[in-house]
T-cell receptor
């Protein structure tokens, strides 16, 4: 079945720096890759997603890149701000069992 | 547009009891998925409902069940609670499928004593 691995588990950056979080997946049939941000006491919030027919997608300071051959996708946050501090999750569908598999999460801390 | 709402937000139960959690999806969304979130296991898929039918099910024991009503609202039930069931239970709604944009509610924090 689908195995989604996410790295790093924690990431600390200075305000204004860039942050990159990487995920790998195993199911070659996967074609939808969302990223979620979860703040303390809240549910995950969809921040960006990408489908397998494109290699990159951008939304202001956030971008996601996808390499289907290597089965990995990454979240890029530029010009980080303290309010970017949260736990970020990647996910990929597991078609055999018909569910979404989530990475273990990355705790991002942006120091002012 | 109102977001996904979940009730109650917090719940304390004792072992052996049962619990019912409720989720109201975004208006117009027909897919409702439930997830369990724990520090040790992360986010794990429980099941997905679409048009009152369970479409997908994760790898959880039969003590975990759910249902969806004609207005797309969903409930999940856990019977014979165990200490290990303590978790944040999240509901997510999507227009048609969990393989598309999902929007999560704030979750219900269940503590089993």
């Amino acid at each position: 079945g689908e195995n989604v691995e996410q790295h790093p588990s924690t990431l600390s950056v200075q305000e204004g720096d860039s942050a990159v979080i990487k995920c790998t997946y195993s199911d070659s049939a996967s074609n939808y890759f969302p990223w979620y941000k979860q703040e303390l006491g809240k549910g995950p919030q969809l921040i960006i997603d990408i489908r397998s027919n494109v290699g990159e997608k951008k939304d202001q300071r956030i971008a996601v890149t996808l390499n289907k051959t290597a089965k990995h996708f990454s979240l890029h946050i530029t010009e980080t701000q303290p309010e970017d501090s949260a736990v970020y999750f990647c996910a990929a569908p597991e078609y055999n069992n018909n569910d979404m598999r989530f990475g273990a999460g990355t705790r991002l801390t942006v120091k002012p | 547009k109102a977001g996904v709402t979940q009730t109650p937000r917090y719940l304390i139960k004792t072992r052996g009891q049962q619990v019912t959690l409720s989720c109201s999806p975004i208006s117009g969304h027909r897919s409702v998925s439930w997830y369990q979130q724990t520090p040790g296991q992360g986010l794990q898929f429980l099941f997905e409902y679409f048009s009152e039918t369970q479409r997908n099910k994760g790898n959880f024991p039969g003590r975990f069940s759910g249902r969806q009503f004609s207005n797309s609202r969903s409930e999940m039930n856990v019977s014979t609670l165990e200490l290990g069931d303590s978790a944040l239970y999240l509901c997510a709604s999507a227009a048609t499928s969990s393989y598309n944009e999902q929007f999560f509610g704030p979750g219900t924090r269940l503590t089993v004593l």
